[in-house]
């Protein structure tokens, strides 16, 4: 059974949820205390999957709550159930918190958010690799971004347009955006895949506050994990997005799913940021064995960890709340097979896009992943399309 | 309406040598005759051409504006710098001529009122200020003007002087918006901040609200479907034909249906919800009076109940970090006052206080501070003091706090006119006073003292 603690101020707040989810009570084992310092003590006489915190508490609010959550019991899924209104209160949880929800929210959108985050437990078998993503505040991004953000934000009129292609052409950046963007917080009716969409929902001030918090730009240390290569990573994974994109604008597909492939290529290979920031010298070791073994990647992370970089990708994005096909294109991007589609979608477009990439990036120093999945495209009836997909991959020389 | 100080006293007043009464001719054939009559002997002239050199330099060469009219207030001379004024070449152009051949009607005809009722009682207009357009400009004046008395007693005409006062006044009228404005940022920037806390207050509750309602709806298909059961096996009852599956499916039902655990939640789900919503339409209520448009004038007020509204609204200000006690004098007589300023005075208060404690619950986590806030009736004073148990304000500081600007919070935090507006608005606006108490370490109370009888406002002031 599901450990779940509910955390608020307000004894009236627990009893309603209490109340509201009792015909999950055979399923989930629900606590309720009334303020931060009651929830760590219960946690620490029990592991909890699940807590559901308001935001400000005497004494000890939220973001603080979830800070020590996150660094107690790191493998917990920290969600935020909160009445604030201000933009400025969500900025504070952008760190330690993996979801946010708005009071009042309906019965079924927090029942929802919670049975999604136990499926998603279920996708990661590694309790290790578990922990590692959890605790995860921010990707890390190339000193370039940065400063190329901060120095189109320092001008007197920054151009929202300039600052989405900074944002879209870092991985880190645009999964945190994501994650503000689709949280509840921000009502928005329907969830956002672009990231120039996300930066005009957000506003440059939120954008500038949140390039300004240290909890975003963590800086990658190359030295941490040598043979891995960011830079390579970032041009591999815009040059995926965009091929996806083109993939999809061929099959005539409408602009949601151009941008959702889009995002889900920029972001297939994110579970590889986290382990190599993560895990360093045994990630070293794993790109290591891939060259000397000609394996792939994936296949030797799934040999020493159990795991693949898709599985701890979408964990990840899967806890930040992003859109669900977003979570399962990067799941699957290896074994597209595994998806109920049948006919052309985003995890074929991010698989095909991977693989022809891979083809044409010499550079890159990652064993290429496992071929086409020709069996899946051919029962798709897509198989014959490859040739044009490929011929597309030719046709933009710069982005590699 | 501009202030007019009226003295009167003889030696104040202007007489020229002896006129002969007025004649019924042009007022040009009269002059002509009064200084016919006047340059009588060589003396005379001699003493006359002295003194009318003195008058013509001093009025030539006085940026002022100086005048003389007759009894039906026509110009009879005039300086330079009024000609100029007036739009005329030469001064002689304007003799013969009334305000009416310059001004714009209403302005000439308020300056006839004012000059004949001058002119009819002898009673000099000093300082007042005055709006003079002409065709080419707006001018601000400040004219003085006295009557002529004849030889015989009676009074001729009359001499202003009218200074330019635009520069001043446009300043002093620069000063007034910039204050007003700044009451309305502070009024608007606190709105915005109260906004998002009353957002907070309201969600909370419709949180619970909401679940309880749903919980209920989703019980009663349980209950109904118990209840028919019984109603199925009562009638087997009457019919005494009960069987054992009758029997036997009303307590499936009734254990399926969790009774007791709804026996119990029910009433108190609704019961929490009953109170949710009441406390929902307390806060929209208390905003409604907090935001109290604050019409032109003031009104009477229960002070009482307007600090119970405004503690209500910045609930969401202070209850983090301290319990709010009311102690409010239930005979408290009505105050005239400004509401919504009064009302945005002890917002600014509680929220100050709020701050200072909020700086001790965070060294001392865990605590909460209180603030006081007590209404009571001093004599011919309604006194507010707000009481709290923060950090109290430093010796360096407190000369300081009441200027515009001044804060000691950081940015986002305080932007150092909450004290500037209560200063503005209990003493400039009501004749009040503003007074404070402080102890390092144990707290300050603000007091604010406002008269039950306000003297009514001086006539004047600005327009
Ligand atoms: N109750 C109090 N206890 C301690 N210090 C106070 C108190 N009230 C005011 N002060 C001091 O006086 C300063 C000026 O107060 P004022 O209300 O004018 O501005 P502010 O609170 O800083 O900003 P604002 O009210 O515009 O948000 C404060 O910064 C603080 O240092
Ligand atoms: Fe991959
Ligand atoms: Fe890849
Ligand atoms: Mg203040």
Redesign the interface.
Same mark, same amino acid.
């Given at each position: 059974m599901k450990t779940l603690l509910f955390v608020d101020d307000?004894p009236?707040?627990l009893? @309603?949820?209490q109340? /509201?989810l009792?015909?999950m009570r055979n399923e989930w084992n629900m606590n309720f205390v009334e303020g931060g310092p009651q929830a760590l003590a219960f946690m620490a006489r029990q592991p909890v999957d699940v807590i559901v915190t308001d935001m +400000? +508490?005497? *004494? +000890?609010?939220g973001s603080q709550l979830l800070s020590e959550v996150s660094r107690r019991h790191p493998q917990t899924v920290r969600i935020v159930l909160s *009445?604030? &209104?201000?933009r400025e209160a969500v900025l504070r949880l952008v760190g330690p918190a993996h979801q946010y929800l708005?009071? #009042?929210?309906?019965?079924d959108e927090l029942r929802n958010a919670i049975i999604r985050t136990f499926s998603l437990c279920d996708l990661l078998g590694n309790e290790h690799l578990k922990n590692l993503t959890a605790r995860i505040k921010s990707l890390p991004t190339l000193p370039s971004a940065q400063t190329r953000l901060t120095g189109e934000l320092q001008k007197d009129a920054p151009s929202l347009e300039r600052i989405s292609e900074i944002v879209a052409r870092d991985i880190g950046l645009t999964a945190k955006i994501m994650q503000l963007v689709n949280s509840a917080f921000f009502g928005l009716p329907r969830q956002i895949s672009d990231p120039q969409e996300a930066v005009a929902y957000l506003g440059l001030t939120t954008v500038r506050a949140l390039a300004l918090s240290a909890e975003i730009f963590s800086q990658f240390d190359p030295r941490l994990c040598q043979l891995f290569s960011l830079d390579i990573l970032e041009r591999h994974s815009w040059a995926t997005g965009l091929l996806a994109r083109r993939m999809a604008h061929l099959e005539r597909q409408n602009n949601q799913m151009m941008d959702q492939c889009f995002l889900a290529g920029l972001l297939h290979d994110v579970g590889q940021l986290v382990l190599a920031t993560g895990l360093h010298e045994e990630y070293s070791q794993v790109i290591l064995q891939a060259r000397q073994k000609k394996q792939p990647v994936c296949q030797v992370e799934q040999e020493l960890f159990g795991a693949s970089h898709a599985d701890v990708g979408a964990y990840l994005l899967g806890l930040w709340g992003l859109p669900n096909v977003i979570v399962e294109a990067v799941a699957w991007h290896h074994q597209p097979s595994r998806s109920v589609a049948a006919q052309f979608s985003q995890v074929m477009a991010v698989h095909v896009a991977d693989v022809l990439i891979h083809e044409r990036q010499q550079v890159y120093t990652e064993a290429p992943p496992p071929g086409l999945a020709m069996a899946y495209l051919e029962k798709t009836g897509l198989a014959g399309r490859i040739e044009t997909w490929r011929a597309a991959s030719l046709e933009n020389d710069e982005v590699y | 309406m501009e202030k007019i100080q009226v003295i009167d006293d003889e030696a104040s007043r202007l007489t020229l040598p002896k006129v002969p009464p007025r004649q019924e001719a042009g007022q040009q054939a009269a002059t002509a005759k009064v200084q016919k009559e006047l340059i009588g002997t060589a003396e005379n002239r001699l003493w006359l051409m002295h003194e009318n050199n003195l008058l013509q330099v001093l009025m030539d060469n006085l940026p002022d504006f100086i005048y003389f009219k007759d009894v039906h207030s026509r110009f009879t001379r005039i300086n330079k710098a009024h000609a100029r004024h007036l739009g005329l070449q030469q001064p002689e152009a304007a003799i013969g001529k009334s305000d009416a051949d310059f001004f714009p009607m209403r302005l000439a005809r308020q300056k006839l009122v004012d000059e004949q009722c001058l002119l009819a009682t002898g009673k000099p207009i000093l300082g007042l200020i005055e709006k003079s357009d002409t065709a080419g400009e707006t001018k601000w004046l400040s004219s003085t003007k006295v009557p002529i008395y004849a030889a015989d007693g009676k009074i001729s005409g009359l001499v202003g002087i009218s200074r330019d006062i635009t520069a001043a006044k446009e300043a002093e009228m620069e000063r007034q918006a910039m204050e007003a404005q700044l009451r309305q940022a502070q009024k608007l920037e606190s709105i915005g901040q109260l &906004? &998002?806390g009353i &957002?907070?207050e309201?969600?909370? #509750?419709? /949180?619970?609200? @909401?679940?309880?309602t749903?919980?209920v709806k989703?019980s009663f298909p349980a209950i109904m479907q118990v209840l028919k059961s019984h109603e199925d096996l009562l009638a087997a009852v009457k019919n005494q034909a009960v069987t054992p599956e009758l029997i036997a499916r009303s307590e499936v039902l009734i254990k399926e249906s969790?009774l007791e655990?709804l026996y119990v /939640?029910i009433p108190?789900?609704l019961g929490?919800t009953l109170? @949710?919503v009441e406390r929902v339409s307390k806060i929209v209520r208390a905003m409604k009076e907090f935001s109290h448009p604050g019409g032109k004038g003031k009104s009477l007020a229960d002070l009482n109940k307007a600090i119970e509204s405004t503690a209500t609204v910045a609930r969401?200000e202070w209850?983090?970090?301290a319990d709010l006690k009311l102690e409010l004098e239930p005979e408290l007589p009505l105050v005239p006052c400004f509401l919504g300023e009064f009302n945005q005075c002890v917002l600014n208060l509680i929220v100050n206080a709020a701050h200072a404690i909020g700086d001790v619950v965070k060294k001392n #986590? @865990?605590t909460?501070g209180l603030i006081t806030v007590q209404t009571r009736r001093d004599g011919d004073h309604v006194e507010v003091r707000v009481t709290d148990t923060g950090t109290g304000i430093p010796e360096s500081v407190r000369p300081k706090i009441f200027e515009p600007f001044f804060t000691t919070k950081d940015v986002g935090q305080g932007t150092g006119q909450g004290l500037t507006v209560v200063y503005a608005n209990v003493v400039k606006k009501h004749g009040g006073t503003v007074t404070f108490e402080t102890e390092l370490g144990r707290g300050t109370t603000f007091i604010l003292r406002l008269p039950l009888h306000p003297p009514p406002p001086a006539k004047g002031g600005e327009g």
């Open positions: 307000d009236k707040v009893q @309603g949820l109340r /509201q009792r015909t +400000m +508490m005497p *004494g +000890m609010d *009445g604030q &209104a201000e708005s009071k #009042p929210c309906e019965a | &906004a &998002a &957002a907070h309201i969600n909370t #509750p419709t /949180q619970y609200v @909401g679940d309880n749903r919980f989703d969790d655990y /939640q108190t789900a929490e109170e @949710g969401n209850k983090y970090v #986590p @865990g909460k």
